[in-house]
Every structure is written in C-alpha cells, then in structure tokens.
C-alpha cells in the first residue's frame, strides 16, 4: 500500500520557481519506479520525469532543462523543481509510484502560471 500526498502548487508567475513534494506514507525505495505526471486543461495526462529504485532518472522532452526531479529517502518525499516556469506549464501535477505491478497516484495539486 502506499498513500501519495502532493504539495507545493500554487500561482506562479511566468519566470519564477516551484518545486512540488510527493510524500509517500512509506519508502519511496520500495517502489520499482516513480514518476511526476501532469495533465492540462484539455489535454491527456503527460508523464514529465520518473526516477527508478536506483536512482536514475528520465526526463521527456518538454521537462529537459528546466526540471530537476530528485528524491529525500529520509524524508519519504519525491521532488520536483520546476525553472523558469512558462504558461504551458500550467497543469494538474500527479505524483505516482509502481510496485509490483500496482499503480499508485496521489490527488494531484495544481500548478498555474501567470503570464
């Protein structure tokens, strides 16, 4: 079982900073992946960055650059930093975690950016 609570969304103005946190009620060691989505109005769910157990991580191409995901084991939370924000950043961010073979996502919580 595993309970995916995510914070850190908000306004933000085009230009500016955020880093969203996933906090898991567990280790987040224990899932074989984790990963950062995020949806925008009218659009499909996009995965944006995802890290396996080891550490390694994989950015898509939109998330190249300008995002950084990393992860605090002693924290139970999953990061990730967004730069220099731009308008189509704007989205619904989704924290999900995969161990054996469940998916697992939290609420999501929302990011606008002002232009």
């Known amino acids: 079982q595993a309970q995916l609570m995510e914070s850190g969304g908000g306004l933000v103005p085009a230009g500016g900073s955020l880093t969203l946190s996933c906090e898991n009620s567990g280790s987040f060691f224990a899932f074989e992946r984790a990963a950062w989505y995020r949806q925008a109005p009218g659009k499909q769910r996009e995965l944006v960055a995802r890290m396996d157990r080891d550490g390694s991580t994989r950015y898509e191409d939109s998330a190249q650059g300008r995002f950084t995901l990393f992860r605090d084991d002693s924290k139970n939370t999953l990061y990730l930093q967004i730069r220099t924000v731009k308008p189509e950043d704007t989205a619904v961010y989704y924290c999900?975690?995969?161990?054996?073979?469940?998916?697992?996502w939290g609420q999501g919580t929302q990011v606008t950016v002002s232009s």
């Open positions: 999900y975690a995969l161990r054996f073979g469940i998916d697992y």
